[in-house]
C-alpha cells in the first residue's frame, strides 16, 4: 500500500512557475506515493484535490495523510504579507500536531523579517526532510537543510524548434509579478527593455507568468521562449525556462531568488547577465542588457556546462523520498 502524501504549495492560482513545480513533482511522486494536492480551485487533470480555504477539508486532509510534502517554491517568505507565511506555517504545526511527517522540497526560503526567521528556523528543525534551492536559503537557515535546486528544471520543456522569419532580433520580456514590483521600478524596465531593442535593432514580445490567460499552456509558454532570440525575466522561472531551452537570457532583479539562481553559473566578471532595478536607470538597464547580448554564445555555454549539476541536485530530493 502507497504511502499517502498531501502535496502543498501555491497551487490552481495559474502562475506558470507553481503550475510547473505542480506538474514536475506529480510527475515524480506519483508513480510511487498515493499524492492529494492541496490547491485554489478545480483542475481536471488532478484526480485528488482538496480547497486549500476549506479548514475542514484541511484537517481532515492532513489527518489522513502520512506525509505532508511543500513542492517547491518560496512559501516561507514574508515579502508578499505576513498572512501568506502564517498559512503555510499553520500547515506545518497542523501537521505536526497529527504526528505526521513533514517534508519540505526545494524551497526558496526568505526575504523574511527576524522574528519569522526565528519561527521558520524553528519548525524546520523538526521537519524530517528539507531542501533548499539556493545558497542564500541555506545561509538563512544557517544550514539546517540539504542544498537542491528548483525542480521546475526536471520538467519536460521542448517546444518546436521554429525559424524568426522576420530578421528582426525578438527579444521576449517576462515581467514581474504585479503588487511585488512598484509602479516606477516597472517603468523603468520596460523603459530599459525598449531602449535596449532599439539599440539591436530588434522588437519586444511580453509574456507574462501570471494571470493564466496570458499563457494558454505551458507549451505555449515553451514555444514563446523557445522562439526568442533574447529573453529578459524578472521571474525566477524566466530564467530556468530560458535554460532549458538554450536561449541566452539576462535577469532584472529586485529579488534574491534571481541573484542566487545566475550565481550557480561561471560566467565571469564581465559577463555575468543581471541588472539590479535598485537604483537602475533605463539607460543603465539597456547597456547591461547590450553586453549580455554581444556575450550570448559565452552565456549560453556557461549554462550549458552548469546545467546538469543543478538538475542531478534537483533530482536527489525525490531519490530521498522513496525512504521515507
Known amino acids: 500500500m502507497p504511502k499517502k502524501i498531501l502535496l502543498a504549495g501555491y497551487y490552481g ?44 477539508k484541511i484537517i481532515s486532509a492532513v489527518r489522513n495523510c502520512d506525509i505532508l510534502v511543500f513542492g517547491g517554491g518560496g512559501i516561507l517568505q ?15 504545526l497542523l501537521a505536526r500536531f497529527f504526528g505526521k511527517k513533514t517534508v519540505l522540497l526545494g524551497q526558496g526560503i526568505g526575504p523574511l523579517n527576524p522574528v519569522n526567521a526565528r519561527i521558520a528556523r524553528t519548525l524546520l528543525k523538526r521537519a524530517d526532510f528539507v531542501s533548499v534551492r539556493d545558497r ?14 528548483d525542480a ?22 517576462i515581467p514581474g509579478l504585479d503588487g511585488m514590483i512598484n509602479d516606477i521600478h516597472k517603468r523603468t524596465a520596460i523603459e530599459g527593455v525598449e531602449r535596449f531593442a532599439r539599440e539591436i535593432g530588434g522588437q519586444v514580445e511580453t509574456l507574462a507568468f501570471q494571470p493564466q490567460n496570458a499563457w494558454k499552456t505551458p507549451q505555449d509558454a515553451f514555444g514563446k521562449i523557445s522562439s526568442a532570440d533574447f ?46 532595478l535598485d537604483n537602475a536607470t533605463a539607460e543603465s538597464i539597456s547597456q547591461k542588457l547590450l553586453e549580455s547580448w554581444h556575450h550570448k554564445e559565452r552565456l549560453l555555454k556557461a549554462v550549458e556546462t552548469g546545467l546538469p549539476g543543478l538538475k542531478s541536485r534537483a533530482q536527489t530530493d525525490f531519490e530521498g523520498m522513496k525512504g521515507l
Open 78 to 92: 514574508d515579502k508578499s504579507g505576513f498572512l501568506s507565511f502564517f498559512y503555510y506555517v499553520s500547515l506545518i
Open 13 to 56: 492560482f495559474g502562475n506558470l512557475g507553481d503550475e510547473l513545480l505542480l506538474k514536475t513533482h506529480l510527475s515524480k511522486l506519483a508513480p510511487h506515493f498515493d499524492v492529494t494536492v492541496l490547491m485554489e480551485g478545480h483542475d481536471p487533470e488532478i484526480r485528488n484535490a482538496v480547497d486549500r480555504w476549506s479548514p475542514l
Open 231 to 276: 529573453v529578459v525575466s524578472l521571474r525566477l522561472h524566466g530564467l530556468i525556462l530560458s535554460s532549458l531551452l538554450k536561449k541566452p537570457f539576462a535577469g532584472i532583479s529586485m529579488d534574491p531568488k534571481i541573484d542566487s539562481f545566475i550565481r550557480e553559473f561561471d560566467f565571469g566578471e564581465t559577463a555575468v547577465p543581471r541588472v539590479l
Open 136 to 149: 542564500d536559503s541555506l545561509k538563512l537557515i544557517e544550514g539546517q537543510a540539504r542544498l537542491s535546486a
Open 152 to 173: 521546475v528544471l526536471l520538467c519536460d520543456a521542448q517546444a518546436p524548434v521554429s525559424k524568426n522569419l522576420n530578421p528582426k532580433p525578438r527579444i521576449l520580456f
